[in-house]
């Protein structure tokens, strides 16, 4: 066995003992360790603010993209919205001990299935420090042990905010080995991570395809499949111009770098002609550059030739691909063809188009005349946010406290044999 692997099992070992001290807590407990750990970190901002400079620093002289540093950057005022993010948790409904549904079977037994913790849970992230604090509170609400293993990019960051988060935690009677930093920066100690069956419940990947993908094909701990965005807004033929216009201008660049922004938009056909000339001078003017085919080129000559790859990335960044469609019926090919089953968006103003758009696009969120941006926890009113799941198992779309929880079956008799 070697060092780093030695290092995994042993806080993977920490975390299952405290997870098992941690699950029977109260409600009342867990929210005041909470509240401690807000009041740390509004204490702490310089501290945390000053590892964060660091990080960002490094990222700058490797070339790493703004968008990305943007998301890796802590200011004053973050650290307070995340600080304000977990005072919001301590206001969310504890989900352990809910009956999920109960009845007393014809024999007199008693059948309860209650909510209780997943365990032990490690996630796997990249790039947002912040994914450190919701992550951390969202396990802890729910009852779940954190193992937290963010990207080399932003580890004197995590490193900070996970002291931050124990040292809050020692004086509460939640254990400190609730929450824990998965030792060393190499692919090794993911590696061991994802091995670590039997110490490990569950894995969260959060971040870009590439990661999202070798945790789901290497680990042999269970995975919970976080997607990728690959985003589409479908203009229909019924829809409202201006209404069309300002919803896929903020599907796009109301924040560009995140999982539910757009990167495809689909015009109907027969409201091309009206609607792209506006569309595509809007979104040229905030900074968009668009990836069309012919039929949208020959609207803007500002606009890029598509390619197969542009229907398929995620772009995470001010490029949108564009594409004219025949029907309502092309566009959901298109979707179910290239989408990441993330979240689709329909502008129209008829109902039949609507509903059949639903019930056609199998994805995690589907919008109606509404932004793709809406896709969020927050937004949603979960509080903060573990991912959005994009898979059909357990768990589907902004994954909130509930979905931090499985279920167990409570049978109770009066002797009854069978």
Not at 55 to 65: K, L, P, Q, T, W
Not at 151 to 162: F, K, Q
Not at 315 to 335: G, M, P, T, W
Not at 403 to 413: L, P
Request: proline share 4%; aromatic share 2%; net charge negative.
């Amino acid at each position: 066995m070697t060092d780093i692997e030695r290092d995994i099992r042993e806080v993977a070992e920490r975390a299952r003992d405290a997870a098992a001290d941690l699950a029977p807590l109260s409600r009342a407990a867990k929210d005041e360790a909470l509240l401690a750990v807000a009041d740390a970190l509004s204490e702490r901002t310089e501290e945390i603010v000053a590892a964060n400079a660091e990080d960002v620093s490094r990222a700058r002289e490797n070339g790493i993209s703004e968008a990305m540093i943007d998301r890796l950057t802590l200011t004053p005022a973050r650290v307070a919205a995340v600080s304000g993010a977990v005072r919001e948790v301590v206001e969310l409904p504890d989900p352990v001990g809910e009956v999920v549904r109960g009845r007393t079977l014809p024999n007199g037994l008693e059948l309860r299935q209650i909510r209780v913790p997943l365990g032990v849970v490690g996630i796997i992230y990249e790039g947002r420090p912040n994914v450190t604090v919701d992550a951390a509170a969202l396990c802890l609400k729910s009852g779940n042990a954190a193992l937290l293993r963010g990207s080399s990019s932003a580890y004197s960051s995590n490193r900070v905010l996970t002291d931050v988060i124990r040292d809050a935690l020692a004086a509460t009677q939640v254990p400190a080995d609730a929450v824990q930093m998965v030792p060393g920066m190499s692919r090794d100690s993911v590696k061991h991570l994802m091995r670590a069956r039997g110490l490990v419940d569950v894995l969260i990947p959060r971040g870009g395809a590439s990661l999202i993908q070798t945790v789901v094909n290497e680990s042999t701990v269970p995975v919970i499949e976080t997607g990728t965005g690959n985003c589409h807004v479908y203009i229909d033929e019924a829809a409202d111009l201006d209404r069309a216009l300002a919803i896929a201008l903020n599907s796009k660049v109301q924040r560009c770098s995140v999982c539910n922004a757009a990167e495809t938009l689909l015009v109907h056909a027969g409201i091309a002609d009206a609607f792209l000339p506006k569309a595509l001078a809007a979104l040229r003017e905030a900074g968009v550059t668009v990836h069309g085919d012919e039929r949208v080129r020959a609207h803007d000559d500002s606009v890029v030739p598509a390619t197969e790859e542009d229907w398929t990335t995620e772009y995470l960044s001010l490029d949108l691909a564009a594409r004219v469609v025949d029907s309502l019926d092309e566009a959901v090919a298109h979707i179910r063809a290239y989408s990441s089953a993330h979240t689709e968006a329909i502008v129209t103003d008829s109902q039949s188009a609507a509903r059949r758009f639903v019930s056609l696009v199998d994805s995690a969120a589907v919008m109606v005349n509404a932004s793709t941006r809406f896709t969020d926890g927050g937004e949603f009113g979960f509080g903060a946010e573990i991912g959005i799941s994009t898979q059909k198992l357990h768990a589907r779309g902004p994954m909130g406290l509930p979905e931090m929880t499985s279920t167990k079956y409570v049978v109770t008799g009066d002797g009854h044999l069978r």
